[in-house]
């Protein structure tokens, strides 16, 4: 019997190489693919906790008859005065009862006084650091906790109140010109220019530095939960500006519940004014150069918005 035997040919190391190569081409150009679709899901998600957010203002509505505060200071009985930002008050409406009921606004304080532990915050300390999925963008990688309340540490957030053009610290709706403001109590009367072409709340990521749920507390400012379009849209330096770090722009929740990607390029002018104490006046007197960015974050500009945005 005779037996034929047939010789395995090895792969040479130049073929090895090339197979190497190959996949490593092919990898290359797979990867922005993956990256991408990885994003365009961060984003859906973004997108699906504003929509939420939007839900939940309106039915702060339907139930107060009016839209929440931006922030609110409220003055217990013998305490002191708290700074609550408006995700507090959606949380009723937002899956979030236990926490609220657990934070009590109308009992205890949100107020830091030039301490890290100011006694005042009592037994709340620990529930200002809890972290709610749905109130962080799963785009940004802002540490889990913000240390820029007088280096006392509360937990991130990623969405927060349009204010407006201009804001006057302090002060209640009838000098602020944006949906979520102070005491602003806002209702939907109030939207003259439209539900759909008003910005209630937009994301804020680094490297403006994310803002928190809890609110401003004891800083006097809204900063750490509201924003204003007189700064531009991912300004890289401003710490009152929306910005995000989806790329090219930002998601922001509508008057109407919907939610919209803006472009960093939209439309922009602020006529030389601030969002400071006195832009009021100077928004007043550059209304007819003014964006079509800036004009979205305002009320009741009566500047209609041609050819969308």
């Not at 939420?52 to 107060?64: E, K, V």
Request: charged share 15%; with cysteine.
């Amino acid at each position: 019997m005779s037996h034929s035997f047939s010789r395995r040919r090895a792969f040479t190391l130049v073929e090895l190489l090339v197979v190497i190569a190959i996949i490593g081409i092919l990898i290359a150009l797979l990867l922005p693919a993956v990256q991408a679709a990885r994003e365009a899901a961060r984003r859906s998600q973004c997108t699906n906790n504003l929509k939420q957010i939007g839900i939940a203002l309106h039915n702060y509505h339907d139930t107060h008859k009016s839209f929440c505060p931006g922030w609110m200071i409220n003055t217990p009985a013998g305490g002191s005065p708290s700074g609550y930002g408006f995700a507090v008050f959606l949380m009723p409406f937002m899956e979030q009862q236990g926490l609220y009921d657990a934070l009590d606004p109308a009992g205890y304080t949100f107020w830091v006084t030039g301490h890290n532990t100011d006694p005042a915050l009592g037994p709340i300390q620990d529930l200002l650091q809890t972290d709610i999925p749905s109130l962080r963008c799963p785009s940004d990688n802002s540490d889990d906790l913000n240390k820029a309340i007088d280096g006392y540490s509360t937990a991130v957030a990623n969405y927060v109140a349009c204010r407006g053009f201009f804001y006057r610290a302090g002060a209640a709706s009838a000098d602020n010109n944006g949906l979520l403001y102070g005491l602003s109590n806002k209702k939907f009367r109030d939207i003259v220019d439209g539900t759909s072409n008003t910005f209630a709340v937009g994301e804020k990521a680094k490297p403006n530095g994310a803002a928190n749920w809890a609110g401003p507390g004891g800083l006097g400012t809204a900063a750490n939960c509201g924003s204003s379009t007189s700064y531009k849209l991912n300004h890289p330096s401003s710490n009152n500006a929306f910005s995000s770090k989806h790329p090219g722009g930002a998601n922001f929740a509508m008057c109407d519940g919907s939610v919209t990607f803006i472009s960093e390029t939209i439309d922009y002018n602020n006529g030389t004014a601030s969002g400071s104490n006195t832009g009021y006046v100077a928004f007043n007197n550059s209304i007819d150069v003014l964006g079509v960015y800036q004009l979205l974050g305002v009320i009741d500009d009566g500047r209609p918005i041609q050819g969308g945005f």
